[in-house]
């Protein structure tokens, strides 16, 4: 008898520890912690100079993008040319600004579309080029002509906005 008492002592024991294991798990689940948007965390660089930060957010039938640059460079420069395209080559950002001169330390707000709508909450992983040439003191008023291109990466989640 005294067997049987332990082995169902035993069950009981560890048959609460599983449920209150199965309830964590599904509240857990629930709340969407465990969803793979939720653990990829979001990006943007374009190398140690030029710093960024976005917003993707859907409105009407399209996609935008709120992409603000920052010169980290100790001089001015021009930005002739912003890219993005996401990384299966499907779908394109639109409407960059070009020639855009941006002091040293100062920031600038780009804003793109994409022609159609991303599902909302989805992550999305974009590649980019920034071409740019240097507006250095030394080079006269005028800014240089040997453009620079910094290819970086964007990855974003769709925001409500």
Request: glycine share 8%.
């Amino acid at each position: 008898m005294a067997k049987a008492q332990a082995t169902v002592e035993f069950l009981m024991t560890y048959g609460w520890a599983i449920l209150a294991l199965i309830i964590a798990l599904g509240a857990l689940a629930a709340s969407g912690i465990l969803s793979p948007s939720y653990l990829v965390s979001e990006e943007c660089t374009f190398g140690s100079n030029i710093h960024c930060a976005s917003a993707l957010y859907n409105e009407g039938s399209s996609t935008k993008l709120l992409l603000n640059i920052t010169n980290g460079f100790p001089y001015e420069i021009k930005i002739s040319t912003l890219s993005l395209i996401t990384t299966d080559g499907a779908q394109t950002f639109s409407g960059f600004a070009a020639d855009k001169q941006i002091k040293s330390g100062d920031s600038f707000l780009y804003t793109g579309t994409l022609t159609s709508q991303l599902p909302k909450s989805s992550v999305k992983k974009f590649v980019g080029n920034i071409t740019y040439v240097s507006c250095a003191p030394e080079l006269g008023e005028d800014c240089g002509t040997n453009s620079h291109t910094v290819t970086g990466r964007l990855t974003a989640k769709v925001l409500e906005k």
